[in-house]
């Protein structure tokens, strides 16, 4: 899930800390990064682009895309798992400095052990969310989520069918993040 690195559009709450431009190439830098870090030839890395308008954007690394949609994150992440192919799905933020590829690797494993999982973050969020999607994707997933607080991660829990938690990934969202966080 990806926003275009577009400065006063991506990264907000970072861009108050340290500006627009800056937080908006911090982002182009971390997604080029990103993409290099976790692809590999077992499963397909694929950008989920906001704004759609944006699905062809050149601040965008190279990479398959699909655009997000309308709605609010969970209806554009419901709609990203819906899209998939049909089998194990892991959904990430873009914004994640700590994700490996034996993070997706255990990740794509889990799911298809147990059929779901989220990865939670300490702010209450989550780095991940995964499912299979050879099974139903649940109606009401992420219905009622609090986004953007700390109450995101229990909320999604209640709409989500028996995940296994993955390990605990931290999101940037602030300069003390950046400073204590990035790569």
Do not use: N
Not at 141 to 166: I, K, M, N, Q, Y
Request: aromatic share 4%; hydrophobic share 45%; net charge positive.
């Amino acid at each position: 899930m990806v926003k275009e690195p577009r400065p006063g559009r991506v990264k907000t709450r970072l861009a108050a800390d340290i500006g627009p431009l800056p937080a908006a190439l911090w982002m182009r830098r971390r997604l080029a990064r990103l993409v290099q870090d976790l692809s590999a030839p077992h499963w397909t890395t694929c950008l989920a682009v906001a704004p759609d308008r944006a699905l062809h954007s050149g601040l965008l690394p190279a990479a398959p895309r699909m655009p997000q949609g309308t709605g609010d994150l969970g209806h554009r992440m419901a709609r990203a798992l819906k899209a998939a192919p049909r089998g194990p799905v892991l959904v990430i933020g873009a914004d994640i400095p700590g994700i490996t590829r034996a993070h997706v690797r255990d990740a794509f494993r889990q799911i298809a052990r147990h059929g779901a999982v989220i990865g939670p973050a300490r702010d209450g969020g989550y780095w991940a969310v995964g499912l299979d999607t050879r099974r139903p994707v649940p109606r009401d997933l992420f219905h009622g989520t609090r986004w953007s607080t700390e109450h995101a991660l229990a909320d999604t829990l209640a709409t989500l069918p028996a995940p296994v938690l993955l390990p605990v990934l931290d999101d940037v969202d602030t300069a003390a993040d950046l400073a204590r966080l990035s790569d």
